[in-house]
């Protein structure tokens, strides 16, 4: 069974740092591209990161770019997202996705979902 589990949400005060884990179970995550989604409250999902498969090659959103980083740790079979930098309109839930073509900010192509770690940047 295809499972991601997303860890380290939490509450952080503004210029703070995050780690975010994706853990992945069933299949070799190098095997999948791994993007990052979040969704702010009232908000429509956005793509954040995503990691290709394969050759690893990285893309970001513009609002993260040189603030977030994706990696992948391929004998943990786990993805990252390190957040430094936080600011309030980070806040959001943010959920990993794989998917076994390309790396896309388009959500409608992941095939799997976790199931969200909420993310609350605040003084």
């Known amino acids: 069974q295809l499972q991601l589990v997303e860890s380290g949400g939490g509450l952080v005060q503004p210029g703070g740092s995050l780690r975010l884990s994706c853990i992945v179970s069933?299949?070799?995550?190098?095997?999948?591209?791994i993007a990052w989604f979040r969704q702010a409250p009232g908000k429509e999902r956005e793509g954040v990161s995503c990691?290709?498969?394969?050759?690893?090659?990285?893309a970001y959103a513009e609002s993260v770019e040189d603030r977030f980083t994706i990696a992948r740790h391929n004998t943990k079979n786990t993805v990252y997202l390190q957040m430094n930098s936080l600011k309030p309109e980070d806040t959001a839930i943010y959920y990993c996705?794989?998917?076994?073509?390309?790396?896309?900010?388009?959500?409608?192509?992941?095939?799997?979902w976790g199931q969200g770690t909420r993310v609350t940047v605040s003084s």
């Open positions: 996705a794989a998917n076994s073509g390309t790396c896309e900010f388009d959500g409608s192509i992941y095939d799997y």
């Open positions: 990691i290709s498969k394969g050759d690893s090659r990285t």
């Open positions: 069933g299949f070799s995550s190098w095997e999948y591209s």
